[in-house]
């Protein structure tokens, strides 16, 4: 059960919803701003409403995939494996060459379900790091991080603990070329349009 909750986990989480919000206004992605295919790059190109709708979309597959494996009795492992494996679908679609997103919103999904206080935690990091340095970036990896921690610090069971650490460890790669721009000072700041 825990390998099919693993597998429809993926599949959840490969679904391209912010390529093909920008597709329906002509843009795509892959070409476009930070070629990136995740909100912030719908932002800077597609406008605030698409980007809100993406990045609900994106969190909103984070969680059902939770839920489906939890609905599956895949048990608190299973849950955390299929959440994990969503923002794995989230980063590398097959449906676009394994070419996605980076994960923020799919992770805010999986573990608003899995481990709320932390994601509170998390997100409250997101808000206040953003703030003070208009980077999104910034604030995703600076989130992740903070969800791990707060995961362990907290308490959480031991399968939502692995799996916070594993969704940190994939997004903080996922913005190693924003880390380098930032520490370059060549990173695009908070609503910049294109």
Do not use: C
């Not at 329906?24 to 719908?42: E, F, H, M, Q, T």
């Not at 394994?98 to 999986?110: E, I, L, Q, S």
């Not at 997100?123 to 903070?146: I, K, P």
């Not at 069971?157 to 996922?174: K, M, W």
């Amino acid at each position: 059960m825990t390998v099919v909750a693993i597998v429809a986990g993926y599949l959840i989480g490969s679904i391209p919803f912010a390529y093909l919000l920008s597709r329906r206004r002509g843009i795509d992605l892959r070409a476009v701003g930070s070629r990136n295919v995740g909100a912030a790059n719908v932002l800077r190109t597609a406008g605030a409403l698409s980007a809100i709708t993406a990045l609900s979309l994106d969190a909103a597959k984070g969680y059902v995939a939770v839920a489906v494996a939890w609905g599956m009795t895949a048990g608190p492992g299973g849950a955390a494996a299929a959440g994990v494996a969503s923002i794995l679908g989230h980063v590398y679609t097959p449906w676009l060459g394994f070419r996605g997103g980076k994960g923020v919103a799919t992770g805010a999904g999986v573990f608003a379900l899995l481990a709320p206080a932390a994601t509170a935690i998390a997100a409250l990091v997101f808000v206040l790091t953003v703030m003070t340095s208009r980077f999104v970036s910034a604030g995703s990896v600076a989130a992740s991080v903070a969800l791990a921690v707060a995961t362990l610090a907290g308490g959480s069971l031991r399968p939502v603990q692995v799996g916070a650490l594993a969704a940190a460890l994939i997004i903080v790669l996922r913005h190693r070329g924003n880390l380098v721009r930032l520490v370059a000072g060549t990173e695009r700041p908070l609503g910049e349009r294109l």
